[in-house]
C-alpha cells in the first residue's frame, strides 16, 4: 500500500527589511510603472552550467536561475513543487518514492521534461567516469549508487526508473529525512540527453550550447565571461509568475565601483558589501542583512602533488588555528554581521540530537574547540619549529578581489605577529582558477567556505572523507570515514546517533587532526534598491531566487 506523505524539516524563517535606499534619485521611487529588469553585481565569474560538475556557489547561484528539479526554494525557505506535479507517493518503508511530473513542463528549444531526463542527469552523476565532484551526494541516498561509485556496477542499476514519460520512480537505500531538501540540490536538475549529445564537445561552453528548464535561460555568456544574462523563459511551465524580463549581472571586484554603480542606478542589487560599505549602510534603509547557513575556514593542505608541504606538521596547524582574532576579523574587516565560529556546522542549520537547542552547543558540550589564544599558538609554534626550522614560509592562495586581498593581509598580518618567524607569501588569482587549484589540492593554506546545499550536517562534512577531491585537502582519516559512512548506513535511521556521529567527526577533523581551522559564519550585506520585490534571499542552497522578483 502507498499513501500521499510530505517531508517535514526544521525550516529557518528568513525575514527581511526592503525599503528605502539612500539620496541617490535614481534609486528613488518612482510614481511610473519601472521596467521588469534588474542589474545584479556578482564577486565571481560562473566556472560551469553542468550540474554534474558544479563545485562552487557561483555556478551553482546561476544554475538555480535557470534550471529546476523536481522541488525549488521559495518564500522562508520552504520547498515547494518544482518539476514534480505533486507530492510523491511513498511506500510503507519510506525506501520507494513515485513523482508524477508536470506535463506542461519544456525545456527552452521546446522538447518536454520527461522523467527520462531525470534517469539520465542522475546516471551521470553516479557513473565514475563523469568526475563528478559532489557524487558522493548519492551514495547511502539513491539505491546501487555507491556500487556503480565504488565497484563497478552498470549505471542501469542505479535506483532511479521511468515508469512512463511523466512518472518518475526514486528508490533509496534508507529513508532520508532531509530527501525533500536534498532535491533542491543542483545534481538532481535534470539532463536531456539528445540536444546534449547533439552539441557534442560544445556542450556547457556558452549559453547558446546549453538548453534550461527553470524561469530564465542564459544568455551572454561563455566561459570565464564576466557578465551574463537571465532572460524569462517563455517555455516555462510557470512562465506567468515570472515578472523580470531579463536579469543582467557584472563581475564587479572592486567593492567601491559596486557601490558607486549602485549609487547612480546603474546597479540595483550589490550583492556583497565589505566591512567599510556595510558599515556605512547598516542604517539605510536599502540595506539588507541575509544571515546564511555557510562556515568559512582556513583550509591547511598538507600535500601538494607528491610533496608535503610544512602543513603537514600537526603542530604548525595547531598554532595557526589558534594564531588569528576571529572577532576582531569578522567586525573590522567583515563588519557586516557575519558571526565568529568555532565549528564547521553553521549555527542554525541542524537542532541538537535532543531537538531543544543547537547542533554546536552539544558540541561545544562535549569537545574543547580550538580559538584566539596567542599563548597556545606560540607553545605549538615552538614545537613546530623544532622540526620545521625557526624560520618556515607558507603561501595563501586567494581571489583576485579587493575584498579578498584584504581578508588575506589580514591573516597574513596575524599570523606573522603571533607566530615570529613565519612568513605568509600571499597569491592572488581569478576566482575559477583558484576553484580548479582547489580541486586539484594546488595550494598550501586558503582562505574557504563551504554553504548549506541542504538541511543535514552531511552537506559539508561529507567532503572531507577520504581523498575527496570537494575538501580541496589531502586528507585520510578511516575514523572520520566510519563515522560518516555510518550516518548514511548503519544509522541513518536512528536520528540522534547520527548526529552524535557528526559531533565525533568534526572534533577529529577539526580539533584531533586540526586540518581546517573555523573562522566564521557568514551574513551577507546586500543593497538592494527599494523598488525590488519577492527576490527571496536564502540562508542554504542558492544565496537568492529571481523567479518571483519583480519592481514596483
Same mark, same amino acid.
Given at each position: 500500500m502507498k499513501k500521499k506523505l510530505g517531508i517535514t524539516l526544521l525550516t529557518l524563517t528568513l525575514t527581511a527589511l526592503l525599503s528605502g535606499c539612500g539620496d541617490s534619485a535614481d534609486n528613488k521611487q518612482s510614481t511610473a510603472t519601472p521596467e521588469q529588469t534588474l542589474n545584479i553585481t556578482s564577486e565571481a565569474q560562473i566556472s560551469t552550467m553542468d550540474p554534474a560538475l558544479a563545485a562552487d556557489t557561483t555556478s551553482t547561484l546561476a544554475m538555480n536561475q535557470v534550471y529546476e528539479g523536481l522541488y525549488i526554494i521559495g518564500k522562508d525557505d520552504e520547498f515547494v513543487l518544482g518539476a514534480a506535479a505533486e507530492e510523491p507517493e511513498v511506500s510503507d518503508d519510506q525506501l520507494t518514492y513515485t513523482f508524477s511530473l508536470r506535463e506542461d513542463a519544456k525545456w527552452s528549444n521546446g522538447e518536454p521534461v520527461t522523467a527520462h531526463d531525470f534517469v539520465y542527469a542522475w546516471r551521470l552523476i553516479a557513473d565514475p567516469t563523469t568526475g563528478s565532484p559532489n557524487t558522493d551526494v548519492l551514495l547511502g541516498v539513491i539505491k546501487n549508487a555507491k556500487a556503480i561509485y565504488t565497484e563497478g556496477a552498470d549505471p542501469e542499476t542505479l535506483g532511479v526508473k521511468a515508469l512512463d514519460d511523466y512518472t518518475l520512480e526514486v528508490t533509496l537505500e534508507q529513508p532520508i529525512p532531509y530527501l525533500k531538501s536534498l532535491l533542491t540540490f543542483a545534481i538532481f536538475y535534470p539532463k536531456n540527453q539528445a540536444f546534449i549529445e547533439s552539441q557534442g564537445q560544445d556542450y556547457g561552453t556558452s549559453g547558446e550550447h546549453l538548453i534550461y528548464n527553470g524561469p530564465f535561460v542564459l544568455k551572454k555568456w561563455d566561459s570565464f565571461a564576466d557578465e551574463w544574462t537571465?532572460?524569462?523563459?517563455?517555455?516555462?511551465?510557470?512562465?506567468?509568475?515570472?515578472?523580470?524580463?531579463?536579469?543582467?549581472?557584472?563581475?564587479?571586484?572592486?567593492?567601491?565601483?559596486?557601490?558607486? /554603480?549602485?549609487?547612480?542606478?546603474?546597479?540595483?542589487?550589490?550583492?556583497?558589501?565589505?566591512?567599510?560599505?556595510?558599515?556605512?549602510?547598516?542604517?539605510?534603509?536599502?540595506? /539588507?542583512?541575509?544571515?546564511?547557513?555557510?562556515?568559512?575556514? /582556513?583550509?591547511?593542505?598538507?600535500?601538494?602533488?607528491?610533496?608535503?608541504?610544512?602543513?603537514?606538521?600537526?603542530?604548525?596547524?595547531?598554532?595557526?588555528?589558534?594564531?588569528?582574532?576571529?572577532?576582531?576579523?569578522?567586525?573590522?574587516?567583515?563588519?557586516?554581521?557575519?558571526?565568529?565560529?568555532?565549528?564547521?556546522?553553521?549555527?542554525?542549520?541542524?537542532?541538537?540530537?535532543?531537538?531543544?537547542?543547537?547542533?554546536?552547543?552539544?558540541?561545544?558540550?562535549?569537545?574543547?574547540?580550538?580559538?584566539?589564544?596567542?599563548?597556545?599558538?606560540?607553545?605549538?609554534?615552538?614545537?613546530?619549529?623544532?622540526?620545521?626550522?625557526?624560520?618556515?614560509?607558507?603561501?595563501?592562495?586567494?581571489?583576485?578581489?579587493?575584498?579578498?586581498?584584504?581578508?588575506?593581509?589580514?591573516?597574513?598580518?596575524?599570523?606573522?605577529?603571533?607566530?615570529?618567524?613565519?612568513?605568509?607569501?600571499?597569491?592572488?588569482?581569478?576566482?575559477?582558477?583558484?576553484?580548479?587549484?582547489?580541486?586539484?589540492?594546488?595550494?598550501?593554506?586558503?582562505?574557504?567556505?563551504?554553504?548549506?546545499?541542504?538541511?543535514?550536517? /552531511?552537506?559539508?562534512?561529507?567532503?572531507?572523507?577520504?581523498?575527496?577531491?570537494?575538501?580541496?585537502?589531502?586528507?585520510?582519516?578511516?575514523?572520520?570515514?566510519?563515522?560518516?559512512?555510518?550516518?548514511?548506513?548503519?544509522?541513518?535511521?536512528?536520528?540522534?546517533?547520527?548526529?552524535?556521529?557528526?559531533?565525533?567527526?568534526?572534533?577529529?577533523?577539526?580539533?584531533?587532526?586540526?586540518?581546517l581551522a573555523p573562522i566564521y559564519n557568514r551574513s551577507l550585506a546586500i543593497l538592494s534598491n527599494p523598488d525590488i520585490q519577492d527576490m527571496y534571499w536564502h540562508p542554504f542552497g542558492p544565496s537568492y531566487s529571481l523567479k518571483w522578483a519583480f519592481r514596483q
Open positions: 537571465y532572460e524569462k523563459n517563455p517555455e516555462y511551465w510557470d512562465h506567468d509568475k515570472v515578472q523580470l524580463a531579463e536579469a543582467k549581472v557584472s563581475v564587479i571586484k572592486s567593492p567601491s565601483t559596486a557601490v558607486n /554603480l549602485f549609487t547612480t542606478g546603474e546597479v540595483n542589487v550589490v550583492n556583497k558589501l565589505t566591512s567599510e560599505f556595510a558599515k556605512n549602510y547598516r542604517e539605510d534603509d536599502s540595506f /539588507l542583512p541575509v544571515k546564511q547557513y555557510v562556515t568559512f575556514f /582556513l583550509k591547511m593542505n598538507p600535500k601538494r602533488g607528491d610533496k608535503e608541504t610544512p602543513l603537514a606538521n600537526l603542530d604548525l596547524r595547531k598554532a595557526i588555528a589558534q594564531a588569528f582574532d576571529k572577532q576582531k576579523f569578522v567586525e573590522n574587516i567583515l563588519g557586516d554581521g557575519s558571526t565568529p565560529t568555532n565549528h564547521l556546522i553553521p549555527k542554525g542549520q541542524t537542532p541538537s540530537p535532543d531537538g531543544k537547542s543547537d547542533f554546536t552547543d552539544a558540541a561545544s558540550d562535549a569537545y574543547d574547540y580550538f580559538d584566539y589564544n596567542p599563548e597556545e599558538a606560540q607553545k605549538s609554534w615552538e614545537k613546530a619549529q623544532e622540526t620545521l626550522g625557526k624560520t618556515v614560509s607558507v603561501e595563501f592562495l586567494t581571489d583576485d578581489t579587493d575584498a579578498a586581498k584584504t581578508s588575506a593581509e589580514f591573516f597574513a598580518d596575524q599570523l606573522e605577529t603571533n607566530l615570529p618567524g613565519l612568513t605568509v607569501k600571499i597569491v592572488q588569482v581569478p576566482f575559477p582558477i583558484r576553484v580548479e587549484r582547489d580541486q586539484k589540492q594546488d595550494f598550501e593554506i586558503q582562505l574557504s567556505g563551504w554553504g548549506t546545499d541542504y538541511r543535514d550536517p /552531511l552537506t559539508v562534512m561529507r567532503i572531507f572523507t577520504s581523498n575527496n577531491p570537494t575538501g580541496g585537502i589531502t586528507y585520510a582519516n578511516p575514523d572520520y570515514d566510519a563515522l560518516i559512512d555510518a550516518s548514511r548506513t548503519t544509522d541513518a535511521k536512528n536520528n540522534s546517533k547520527r548526529i552524535e556521529n557528526f559531533i565525533e567527526a568534526e572534533n577529529i577533523l577539526l580539533n584531533q587532526d586540526v586540518m
